[in-house]
């Protein structure tokens, strides 16, 4: 096994059983609340202490997701969390050790890989004039995890590696991931105005990115409509507003619209003056504590590296379903949860060169994944994206000269997996998976990936908790 992903694993590993050895019972808090004396001193750490939110607001002051983006909130979020003064200190993460399988009928196409994709996330907040400040990082080890700059994933494009465009392949995420200061002041009882700043972050676009989001939480890959759905999750110079009354959000973003370079052990919106140059609004709706609805729009200046040319708009609506269910456990938390998504997003170049045309595409997903008796996982990723005249160039080599990028048609994935968890420490899950990927393929494909392109991915899934 490769000595990153030994890394990785160890790092999962040795941090839960250091905390274990500082724990302490601690009851239940609220955010807002400052700790008892005696908790000031002596840390202690567990997973839900936290209430569980029930309404937007408070789904919102739990910031637990990446930049602003919002589940229903009924949505469980493992988590470690301790006290120190004044501060309220989480910690989450997830990292996935995955060997996977890609491959074409005529075997073309595809490969296997053998990578961990990862993230761990702290987080402090403490109540601080009128309001409540968060100060959140995010950072993944993928950079040295996922070896050659991508790991296989049939029909998948976006980004570049060593210069060239990846084709069916998926990047990994930079070391830093977000690096964000959050404010929020209650209005009332009944409203919130929110402020986000990050040099590195998530602007208001779409909903929560899928290596965050619980419906694809026990999804080792990336989907297939990332670059139309979600792709902003990494983003430099991030600037928020919002406001909230009730179950009605609104929110405007300001941030530098070009994707991360290849660079991504690179703190990088220091170089080449990142500046803000690009801008979305969010409109999210969340009636009650399982439902939470998104549109979002924003004008994106030069986000692809070999379009420099070109700049996009990007537009995309969701709707969230969380349903708990099944006893209560002795954290608070149920031992069954269903939670999914349906996602639409959607593309199209505003200024382009001679190299595109200015046809928009298309993608759309739903995603379910069923928690059963405490242990159990069973998901489904069902998509149709559009897909591009990228897709055949062989992979590894660059653009032709005179290429000119247009639609192609929609390639549908139908994916199903299950995984069960194991205590292997205190504080720490693995869980064992499979999950299995069948393809189509328009006509205009079928030379190249043939008639029955299909994946596999068998994994061993890591889990603070």
């Not at 999210?284 to 549109?295: D, M, R, V």
Request: charged share 15%; no cysteine; net charge negative.
């Amino acid at each position: 096994m490769p000595r990153t992903v030994i890394a990785v694993l160890s790092a999962f590993t040795l941090f839960p059983i250091f905390l274990h050895g500082q724990q302490h019972d601690m009851p239940g808090m609220k955010m807002k609340e400052h700790p008892p004396a005696h908790q000031h001193e002596s840390p202690s750490m567990q997973m839900g202490a936290m209430p569980q939110p029930t309404t937007l607001i408070e789904a919102e002051l739990h910031h637990a997701s990446s930049g602003t983006s919002i589940e229903p909130a009924s949505t469980p979020t493992p988590m470690l969390m301790s006290h120190r003064g004044s501060w309220m200190l989480m910690l989450h993460g997830t990292a996935f050790v995955t060997e996977t399988q890609q491959h074409t009928a005529p075997g073309q196409r595809g490969g296997d890989k053998l990578f961990s994709t990862n993230w761990i996330m702290p987080m402090a907040q403490r109540p601080l004039g009128p309001g409540q400040l968060t100060l959140r990082a995010m950072f993944s080890l993928e950079p040295a995890t996922v070896t050659g700059r991508e790991y296989p994933l049939l029909f998948q494009q976006g980004e570049t590696a060593f210069g060239r465009p990846i084709i069916d392949g998926q990047h990994p995420h930079n070391f830093f991931m977000e690096v964000a200061a959050l404010y929020d002041i209650r209005l009332g009882k009944r409203a919130l105005l929110s402020f986000y700043a990050a040099p590195i972050g998530d602007p208001a676009i779409g909903p929560v990115a899928y290596p965050h989001r619980l419906s694809a939480s026990e999804d080792p890959l990336a989907a297939l409509g990332h670059h139309q759905e979600d792709s902003t999750h990494i983003a430099y110079n991030v600037l928020t507003a919002g406001i909230t009354w009730r179950g009605l959000r609104f929110e405007q973003s300001g941030f530098h619209g070009g994707e991360p370079t290849e660079q991504r052990w690179q703190f990088q919106p220091s170089a080449n003056g990142h500046a803000i140059d690009s801008y979305s609004s969010r409109l999210t709706f969340s009636p009650s504590a399982n439902w939470s609805s998104q549109y979002s729009i924003a004008h994106i200046v030069s986000p692809e590296a070999l379009y420099a040319g070109e700049d996009l708009q990007r537009q995309t609506a969701s709707i969230m379903y969380n349903r708990p269910f099944g006893s209560v456990r002795p954290d608070g938390t149920r031992s069954g949860n269903w939670s999914s998504t349906l996602l639409w997003g959607r593309t199209r170049p505003l200024a382009h060169d001679s190299t595109h045309t200015a046809t928009p595409q298309n993608s759309y997903l739903a995603e379910s994944l069923l928690q059963f008796a405490s242990r159990n996982y069973l998901w489904t990723r069902i998509e149709n994206a559009g897909r591009s005249t990228e897709l055949l160039i062989p992979p590894g080599t660059s653009l032709p000269p005179d290429f000119e990028e247009s639609p192609i048609g929609h390639v549908q994935a139908y994916t199903l997996g299950y995984s069960r968890d194991f205590q292997i420490a205190p504080h720490l899950l693995a869980a064992p998976g499979v999950q299995f990927t069948s393809y189509t393929a328009p006509p205009s494909l079928l030379p190249t990936y043939g008639h029955h392109p299909s994946g596999v991915a068998v994994f061993l899934r890591f889990r603070l908790h």
